[in-house]
């Protein structure tokens, strides 16, 4: 019983995400709502797959504190994006953009689902037909009757 009580409390303490609050204080609400919009757009560089909004790491508090000022600066969100593949590369973008290095990112999956939606067809035709379809020659009727005789 104690052991799956700490199972469920693991599992419990697991499914809790802690996330960094922000006390930064907007001109408005569209500037809160760009700002927030943003931080979760924006992926930590040192966390592999946290965004700017949910990272604790230090880089990703000095990132979440630049996006604020550009914002009161009276940036842009392509501006701030822009500034922050500037300095980071395509990997700060969750959503990188289409060009040839990313081709494979964006397109490999489909290419790989088709290839195996081929690969399934091509082995669906190739099975053979069934042999009940086909009449019995002369030898094998003859063979059956041989062998139903023998019992």
Do not use: H
């Not at 693991?10 to 760009?34: C, G, H, M």
């Amino acid at each position: 019983m104690r052991f799956i009580s700490l199972i469920i409390a693991l599992l419990w303490l697991a499914s809790a995400q802690a996330s960094p609050i922000d006390t930064y204080q907007f001109k408005n609400e569209v500037d809160k709502t760009r700002y927030q919009a943003l931080v979760k757009e924006l992926r930590c560089p040192k966390c592999q797959n946290q965004n700017l909004a949910d990272s604790n790491s230090q880089i990703a508090v000095d990132l979440r504190e630049q996006v604020y000022v550009m914002i009161n600066e009276g940036k842009s969100d392509k501006e701030i994006v822009d500034y922050m593949v500037a300095r980071y590369g395509d990997f700060v973008l969750y959503r990188p953009k289409v060009n040839e290095m990313t081709y494979i990112l964006w397109f490999g999956p489909a290419v790989l689902l088709l290839i195996g939606a081929i690969v399934v067809v091509m082995i669906v035709r190739k099975k053979a037909p069934p042999q009940a379809d086909k009449p019995m020659s002369e030898a094998q009727k003859q063979q059956l009757a041989d062998i139903l005789k023998e019992e």
